[in-house]
């Protein structure tokens, strides 16, 4: 947003430099990114001097040229050969000196220089209007009507003065600060200055001769709206200062109408808009939505399909004439024709503005104030202000009093605040006086004083204010954050809790460990494909959720799942002769439910290729499942401390894959993708994924964890062959093993696998390693057979086993 300095002193006094005001801005929370010179006319007239022309003869080589001596201000008067054929002896004009350089209107600038024209001298330039920038006529040489002296500046003659403009970075919360009264309001709190406003007292209806009607249909949209009719204006340019101050913040002027509500909207920070009071038929403004379908030529000349919540101003037929503090009509705008306006200023509710706004991809300055949030108790002086202005500068009679429909006035927050509390959120003890003046310069009214706390009442233009914690947050930023001083040793205080589990430090846990292991950490596009959800049968593409203001078919939905922006990923890097991948990603998948909408975490892990980088020390293999499934343990271990159960599936997307479940809900589902789903992505080479519900392991982590010594015993090895039959798992050893010893077993772990016609064709033969110890003492040889034989007992009775001693 672009503050100027010149229009901000219109309000309050300044004294201090661009510099210095920048940076008190910057402190108070309206961040100046750039300050920079504005100049009215392109290069301020810098070079023009006011002169006088002494003599003035005709060229002896030129028909057209004339030779003259002017007096600008030096000792000897200088020859200058000028073409113009209004010039004549005694006349005041402007003179480019040598060296000056000249930015003609439509023309590429050019510097002066000392030159022989036709064979005679001339030293600088008798300057028309257009050359100078002043104007558009290049009839002839300006001649002015000016007493100053010969050689003063031409830039005191016309008033030239450059502009100092502030870039002001402003935050979304700062919406009290759209204008220049709004900059001037932390300033009057910070320096301790009165604001002056320009006054409305002069208002005064004419007649009554064009009332225009007004209904609200639509409260909630619209909680405030006002309005007055001006008749018999002409629609002129603007005057020159009018041009400057909009010029100065980036607006284009259009007309005297339409400028005026510009200057007033950057004025007070009340966008207003005018319609011609003839185009609305009926004599009456109407403030509904209408129905889907409908459509609605803005000034851009563009045909938009409305949205049944897009809020409109209408005329009593219902004809839509401007979407709601976002865009114009074509039609009821002002043109030059116009003769009668229907003036309105009104508060709209910033999420209907917002929503609105972003549906049609329209971004105005109306738009950008009213979504932050404006001041319902401005519509009416705003109102006053800029009728006030169209009749000095348009002409005109206040032909209606001021409509203002306003059935439920927006009330004051109220924040109740503890001294206590801001001296601790400061870090210092501030006086109660102190705070109250802090508070009363921001327009916060100080009631309900007792010795422990207060109660502040915030006016509704400041929507950013709402908690004790904003309190302390406005008065700390006026206080300033440089007068609070640093003590020795350095803490934190805060009103609200930490969370029992850090979700974030859990989540770069687990990234830490897959990104030491080899994994890259990639992050996809959450719009995907529609075709994904049609075409999958796992997917339901009822529950899809479409994208209104899509920016192509492709991206045309939000992904019910990670899988496929990440096969997207594979295949970009496979057909990159980047085969050997480990991806993963934290993401989230969208849903759209009865209720509204539902959007879960996951985690997704991704396995390609082979399992590590060909080399002379080992045989290159591809990866495996086991891979997968030893990366998918290290992250349960590392997070929960939980019997999972385990149940193979044979279903899309996968050829096979294993559910780990915990109190019937899928934690985690880890196998081999099918092939029909790698072909749709363009992939020919085997890939094993996992799909982790990243909120249910989350739900279950275990903040206790409880650390002991090693155990001063050692650990013994015993080891087993069981011949099996082929459906037993390892999953199913191992349950029944920990139920036959759960105090001496510490691990187990298969570490050969044998299929063959001598054990049979249904049979597979497991080597498997038991790892006892006792925490309190040495085992002995009877106590490890004890506990073997009852495991080996158990699996010849519960599996069937063939135990090969």
């Known amino acids: ?31 100046v990114e750039g300050l920079h010179e504005f100049e009215p006319v392109e290069g301020s007239l810098k070079g023009m001097v006011i002169g006088e022309v002494l003599t003035c003869e005709k060229h002896p080589n030129a028909d057209k040229l004339k030779i003259t001596t002017v007096d600008i201000g030096l000792e000897q008067p200088s020859p200058i050969v000028c073409g113009a054929p209004n010039v004549a002896t005694g006349q005041k004009v402007v003179v480019a000196t040598v060296g000056s350089t000249l930015y003609p209107v439509g023309h590429e600038p050019f510097k002066i220089k000392k030159a022989k024209i036709r064979g005679e001298v001339s030293e600088g330039m008798i300057c028309a209007e257009d050359e100078i920038g002043m104007g558009n006529s290049h009839d002839g040489i300006m001649v002015l009507n000016t007493d100053l002296p010969n ?56 007649n009554l001769q064009r009332s225009i009607n007004v209904k609200v249909e639509n409260v909630s949209a619209c909680p405030r709206y006002s309005g007055v009719t001006i008749s018999g204006v002409s629609v002129e340019e603007s005057p020159d200062w009018l041009k400057k101050r909009l010029k100065a913040v980036g607006l284009s002027p259009i007309n005297n109408i339409v400028d005026i509500t510009n200057f007033v909207m950057m004025e007070v920070g009340q966008p207003l ?49 401007c979407i709601a503090g976002v865009f114009g009509g074509i039609h009821s705008g002002i043109k030059s024709s116009t003769k009668n306006i229907f003036l309105e200023s009104a508060y709209f509710n910033p999420d209907f ?40 500068l348009a002409g005109g009679a206040i032909s209606s009093d001021i409509v203002d429909i306003y059935p439920s006035e927006i009330q004051n927050f109220e924040v109740e605040v503890y001294f206590k509390n801001i001296n601790r959120l400061l870090g210092i003890a501030l006086d109660p006086a102190k705070i109250f003046h802090i508070l009363e310069s921001l327009d916060i009214e100080i009631k309900n004083k007792t010795k422990e706390s207060f109660m502040a009442s915030v ?89 209104l203001n899509k920016l192509s078919e492709e991206l045309g939905v939000l992904r019910q799942s990670l899988l496929y922006s990440g096969l997207e990923v594979l295949a970009y890097n496979i057909n990159r002769k980047q085969a050997d991948l480990r991806l993963y990603e934290f993401g989230k998948n969208y849903f759209k439910d009865k209720d509204g909408y539902t959007e879960k975490n996951r985690l997704a892990i991704y396995l390609t290729g082979s399992f590590e980088p060909e080399n002379w020390n080992s045989q290159k ?65 085997d890939v094993f994924y996992a799909d982790v519900d990243w909120d249910l392991l989350l739900m279950n982590t275990n903040n206790n964890i409880v650390y002991r010594e090693v155990s001063k015993f050692p650990e013994v090895r015993r080891d087993l062959s069981l011949v099996i039959d082929k459906s037993i798992t390892f999953e199913d050893i191992k349950a029944i093993a920990k139920k036959s010893d759960r105090q001496l077993l510490r691990s187990l772990q298969v570490f050969d696998v044998y299929e063959g016609e001598s054990i049979g064709t249904d049979k597979k033969a497991y080597a498997i390693s038991f790892i006892l110890q006792d925490q309190g003492k040495t085992l002995t040889d009877k106590v490890i057979d004890r506990v073997m034989s009852k495991m080996m007992s158990s699996f010849e009775t519960e599996l069937g086993a063939l135990i090969r001693k």
């Open 353 to 392: 503005i917002r929503k609105t706004a972003a549906r049609h991809q329209l971004k105005t300055d109306a738009s950008f104030r009213y979504e932050r949030g404006t001041d319902p108790r401005m519509t009416v002086y705003a109102l006053k202000r800029a009728t006030l202005l169209i009749k000095e």
């Open 151 to 206: 050689g003063t500046p031409a830039a005191d003659f016309f008033k030239i003065q450059p502009d100092q403009i502030f870039e002001i970075g402003l935050t979304p919360n700062r919406a009290d600060a759209t204008s220049h009264i709004g900059t001037a309001r932390d300033l009057k709190a910070v320096l301790n200055r009165p604001i002056t406003w320009p006054n409305v007292d002069e208002f005064e209806v004419d």
């Open 273 to 321: 808009h005018a319609f011609d009071a003839d185009e609305i038929k009926g004599d009456t403004v109407l403030v509904k939505t209408l129905p889907t379908g409908s459509t609605f030529t803005t000034l851009d000349e563009k045909e938009r399909k409305l949205d049944p919540n897009d809020l409109m101003i209408c005329n009593g037929e219902s004809e839509g004439m």
């Open 1 to 31: 947003m672009k503050i100027s300095l010149d229009w901000i002193k219109d309000y309050i006094e300044i004294q201090e430099s661009p510099l210095k005001l920048a940076e008190i801005l910057t402190n108070t929370g309206l961040e």
């Open 621 to 685: 293999r591809k990866v495996t499942f086991h891979d997968l499934s030893a990366t998918v343990k290290l992250i349960i271990d590392r997070l929960i401390d939980l019997k999972l159960e385990t149940t193979v599936i044979h279903q899309y997307p996968y050829d096979f894959a294993l559910k780990a479940i915990h109190k019937g809900k899928v934690m985690v589902t880890y196998g081999k993708l099918n092939n029909s789903v790698l072909q749709e992505i363009g992939i020919k080479q």
């Open 459 to 547: 006016p509704p233009y400041r929507v950013d204010v709402q908690r004790e914690a904003d309190i302390a947050e406005e008065i700390l930023r006026i206080y300033g954050l440089n007068n609070i001083h640093l003590p020795g040793s350095f803490n934190s205080d805060f009103l609200a809790e930490f969370p029992s589990k850090d979700v974030n430090k859990l989540q770069k846990s687990v990234s830490d460990m897959l990104a030491s292991n080899g994994f890259y950490e990639i992050l996809t596009n959450s719009l995907t494909k529609p075709s994904y959800a049609e075409n999958a049968s796992d997917l339901d593409e009822q529950r899809s959720i479409g994208i």
